[in-house]
């Protein structure tokens, strides 16, 4: 396993960095620059290689994941997870569009282990074996970012992202669209760096959220 990270204490809530397809740990690290104080910074690696980078889960069409792939990275993400962050540390995901999909499934398939996830540039995934019900987030606080020019996550997939999240799932969720194609604008990190900062202050020290 490879990661990268900012902070190295452990008695804070842990922030992890989940990379787009193709992609790796180095690139996403970056954006811990400009989020606020008070967590540790994570970027790790997707386990699997793939065209120069690397990839969450193998994909059966772009934004939907095999099952069986999901799930396998899902419990090697667990068990990475276990090392770092003992029973009652705080955990947020953070994730651009692959990385998202991946956050997306973790919290769904696991919503007390997670403080809060943001979702930015990409969908949930839908059909994959994992449960969309409704209230399956119920209170889990989430950030929403897409943009209205993304010609890389299909359309109906974000949408159906963007309307689930905002009224069937229960999570407490801050939504940002802004103009632009597939890629994180200043302006969204901006509005992350503030939900991370609120988040983290209603997570820090609380068994709510936090793994158990």
């Known amino acids: 396993m490879c990661a990268h990270g900012k ?42 290689a793939e ?9 059966r069409g772009i934004g939907r994941p095999v099952a069986e792939s999901l799930r396998s990275t899902m419990d090697w993400f667990r068990a990475w997870l276990a ?32 403080a809060g996830a943001a979702v930015l540039n990409g969908t949930l995934p839908f059909e994959a ?16 970012a897409h943009s209205d020019e993304d010609q890389v996550i299909p359309r109906d997939l974000l949408d159906r992202t963007w309307d689930y999240l905002l009224t069937q799932s229960g999570a ?6 802004v103009t632009g194609g597939h890629q994180v604008t200043p302006e969204t990190v901006g509005e992350l760096a503030g939900w991370i900062s609120r988040t983290l202050s209603l997570a ?9």
């Not at 065209?51 to 994909?59: D, H, I, P, Q, S």
């Open 204 to 212: 820090g020290g609380a068994s709510s959220g936090a793994r158990r």
């Open 172 to 177: 407490h969720v801050l939504a940002h669209r």
């Open 51 to 59: 065209n120069g980078g690397f990839a969450w889960f193998a994909n």
């Open 129 to 144: 074996g994992l449960p969309v019900d409704d209230g399956r987030l119920a209170g889990l606080p989430v950030f929403l």
């Open 7 to 48: 902070g190295d204490d452990q008695a804070l809530p842990l922030v992890v960095l989940l990379h787009g397809r193709g992609s790796n740990e180095s690139e996403i690290v970056r954006l811990a620059d400009h989020l606020p104080d008070g967590a540790q910074y994570v970027a790790l690696r997707a386990p699997i």
């Open 83 to 114: 090392e770092v962050a003992p029973p009652g540390r705080p955990v947020l995901l953070v994730g651009f569009s692959g990385g998202a999909a991946f956050a997306g499934g973790l919290v769904l398939d696991d919503r007390p282990a997670y």
